[in-house]
Each structure stands twice: as structure tokens, then as C-alpha cells.
């Protein structure tokens, strides 16, 4: 089953409330809380997220799907689990060493949330194999971190249903995320090669009807 994470990277600051609401009508699966520290990428939205994200956990209960893409990622993931979010997923290539990688793979579920690893383009996929077992999601980026609006990147299919194969293989449940670029063309592209959840902020936002395009992409 394919489900959908709304990115409200780029909601407008005034605009927060009644597009909130509206994608809430539109029942997105949940919403992508897009966290960048102006270190791991160049934009600094953590401000702006924990403001946003803790609105949404006012007036909606539809899960959020948060994507730290930061150098602190201890510090990110107290700060964001005051909203309770359903997943919390970290940046593989932000931690020193796997001892790391498993400190915060624990550290999220201690705060209740379940686990997601996400990987840049330039990482390859059998990076994130020996985590699988311990994590509920990996994300895919088919764009490189850092900004809405991007084109998605064709060579990241690959990696996609290399994923797929692998954890198909090793009968490991998992869920294999998307996000970047992702619209009603290339949507198509990535559900084939084996992704079950498709982030798109664009694609959603631009639109006149949210639920429009959200069913549509869950086609
Ligand atoms: C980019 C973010 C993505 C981005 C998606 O660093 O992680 O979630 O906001 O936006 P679109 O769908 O516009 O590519
Ligand atoms: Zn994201």
C-alpha cells in the first residue's frame, strides 16, 4: 500500500494555519517535517520546524514523518520528540562511526518514536544493510538534501529496487521512503522500482486540491 508524506518545507509563514488544515482534510499519511541546522545543508529551518511542527500536533492527530537533516542529531531528536512524531529518521553520513549509528538508532526508540536511516545520493544503498534489522524505514533522497523544487535524480531507481531486492531477499519488513522530486510523473518510476512511501512537497503544495494529487500519487 502506498502512502504519502506532505513536505511543508515550503509552507509560507502566514499561510501555516489554513494549509495545515487543508492538507489535514485531504488525509496526506502524514506529515514531512523537513529539519535542516545550516550545517549538514546549507538552509536553516530548525526554528521554523519545531514552530510548525508543534502547531500540526495541535490541531491534527495524522502522524509526522520527521527528517533531521542536521550534525546534531542527539540534540534534534530531543528537541522534535516534544511532538511525539511517529517517525524520527537521521542521516546516515551525519554520524562519525556505527557505534553512533546504533546510539541513535536506540536513542529514538527511547523517546517512542520508530526509527528511519536516510541516505544522499552519492551513498550507496549496502551502506545502510547491516541497520535494516534494527530500523522501521530507510529513506531514499532522489534529490540531494537541502531544498524543495529539485528534479529528481534517475539514477537513484537503481538504488530503489537494489533496496527492494535486498530486503525482499532477507525477508526484513521495512519501509522504503522517497523523497525529492517526486511528482505524478515520477511517481510512477519509484512505486515500480519498489518505494511504498513518496514524499512530495511541491508536487502537493502547488496543486489546488491537495487530495487531487495525493490519491493520485497513491495510485
Ligand atoms: C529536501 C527535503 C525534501 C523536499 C521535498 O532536502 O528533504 O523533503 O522538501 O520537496 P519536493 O517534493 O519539492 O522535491
Ligand atoms: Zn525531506
Redo the contacts with the bound molecule.
Keep these: 500500500m502506498i502512502e504519502v508524506s506532505t513536505?511543508i518545507?515550503?509552507v509560507e509563514k502566514g499561510k501555516e494555519a489554513e494549509t495545515f488544515f487543508a492538507l489535514e482534510k485531504s488525509k496526506t499519511d502524514y506529515f514531512?517535517i523537513?529539519v535542516?541546522d545550516g550545517k549538514f545543508?546549507e538552509k536553516d529551518t530548525y526554528q521554523n520546524m519545531l514552530e510548525y511542527s508543534s502547531y500540526i500536533k495541535r490541531i491534527s492527530n495524522l502522524p509526522m514523518d520527521v527528517?533531521l537533516?542536521v550534525t546534531d542529531i542527539k540534540k534534534a531528536i530531543e528537541d522534535f520528540s516534544a511532538v511525539e512524531p511517529n517517525i524520527i529518521t537521521f542521516h546516515l553520513e551525519a554520524c562519525k562511526n556505527k557505534e553512533e549509528v546504533i546510539e541513535m538508532i536506540n536513542f529514538i526508540k527511547e523517546q517512542g518514536s520508530r526509527v528511519g536511516i536516510a541516505i544522499k545520493p552519492e551513498t550507496k544503498i549496502e551502506e545502510v544493510y547491516e541497520y535494516l534489522p534494527y530500523i522501521h524505514m530507510c529513506l531514499i533522497?532522489t534529490?540531494?538534501?537541502?531544498?524543495?523544487?529539485?528534479t529528481l535524480i534517475t539514477d537513484m531507481l537503481s538504488k530503489i529496487s537494489a533496496l527492494k531486492t535486498h530486503i525482499e531477499k532477507d525477508n526484513i519488513e521495512i519501509d522504503i521512503e522517497v523523497?525529492?522530486?517526486?511528482?505524478l510523473k515520477t511517481a510512477e518510476r519509484v512505486k515500480e522500482a519498489g518505494a511504498n512511501i513518496l514524499?512530495?512537497?511541491?508536487?502537493?503544495l502547488a496543486a489546488s486540491d491537495y487530495k487531487v494529487i495525493i490519491d493520485e500519487l497513491k495510485k
Design positions: 513536505s518545507l515550503t514531512h523537513d535542516m545543508v527528517h537533516m533522497m534529490v540531494e538534501p537541502g531544498k524543495g523544487g529539485q523523497d525529492g522530486g517526486i511528482n514524499v512530495a512537497g511541491t508536487a502537493i
